[in-house]
């Protein structure tokens, strides 16, 4: 009988750790009869999932982009026992996408189980709406904004998301309520305090010989983080951001106050009761624990006056790097000739040229006529 297990995220629940540490033993679960299947190159599927046909996150989600050809990739192996994972299948807000995942897939396996890890929603927030401080995170910054605070600006398409109990009770109704494994992600409820040796119990594959790779996917710091949501808010290009962030220290922590934090779980608490007496996860009848003591009294949002120094002197630096390279690269003879070879068949695009030869040349006279001219021609 082949099986299938699925692990659909959730996000910032050590899903980088496993989905690499499953890769880097996977000849020695395949000697074990299991066999750890991705998109290669890539470590996790990724790939096969990509936002809905209105191409916006929110409210339509993700949907499998190819679901007979992550079905055909998933049977490829010769083995009885299958492993996948991607967590961006937390981004499927309706239940029509994850029909037609079960469609293709049902077909292949016999017998398929879906596993889910769950933070605790303030902290899952707060983790979340940080990674999209980072370059190319285009879902999160959909999802969370880009409000440089610790907690994001609430908004009711969150609930697609953070609503635990809705968005798992569709998995359910495809599925089937017994085919899922819902676990909370806390280290102190890990099997040995890791994600892989938890997942691995989980699934009830007890093999030796395999090890952890660790955390992965490291936090951002404070003033790191201000600063990448500043940047993806302005649509600062990813490479400058790598580059700007890479200069700034990675100290420190955005948090909220204990008060924010407790409020921001209230608004979960009936949500969490009603999945946890569905799937009887938690022994705790909230499914998480009430432990505020790690937020601090009063928020830690605010720049600091060294944090703001710092993250002004990465850019300005970073600045002061790039722009000789550009000038030295294109100068404004060749902006000029561009725009000249373009000034009939594209004047705007030769007007967009030929003015940042102006602003390389403010006084050259053959680049201030052209700019009139092109500038006369879109007005006319």
Known sequence: MRRLFLHIGSHKTGTTALQQSLHQNRVVLEACGAAYVSALPAVHLHPYLGPCPSAALLP????????DGLAD?????????VIAS???FSFFFHQPQIAALHQALRPQFADIRIQCYLRRQDRHAISHHQEGAKPHRQA????????????????E???LYLDYDRRLALWAEVFGADKLDIRVY??????DGDIFADFLALIGLNIGGLNSVGDRNISLGAAQTKAGHLMNALGIMPRMMDAILARIA??????????EARAWLEHYRASNRRLNARFAISDLPDLFNDDFDDYPAAPQS??????????????LAQLTDVLPAARSTLSADDLRHAALALQVRSPDVALRLISAAHELRPLGQAILKLKAELERRLDQ
Do not use: K, Y
């Open 60 to 67: 339509d989600g993700f949907m499998v982009l190819d679901p």
């Open 73 to 81: 990739r998933l049977a490829s192996s010769d083995q009885d026992i």
């Open 86 to 88: 991607s967590e961006n």
């Open 140 to 155: 999160e910054g959909a999802l969370w904004g880009h409000a440089a605070n610790a907690l994001p600006d609430r908004s």
């Open 157 to 159: 398409a969150q609930e």
């Open 186 to 191: 806390d280290r102190a409820l890990l099997q």
């Open 250 to 259: 990675n100290e420190g922590r955005l948090l909220p106050s204990q008060a």
């Open 302 to 315: 605010e720049w600091t006056e060294s944090g703001a120094t710092e993250a002004l002197r990465a850019a």
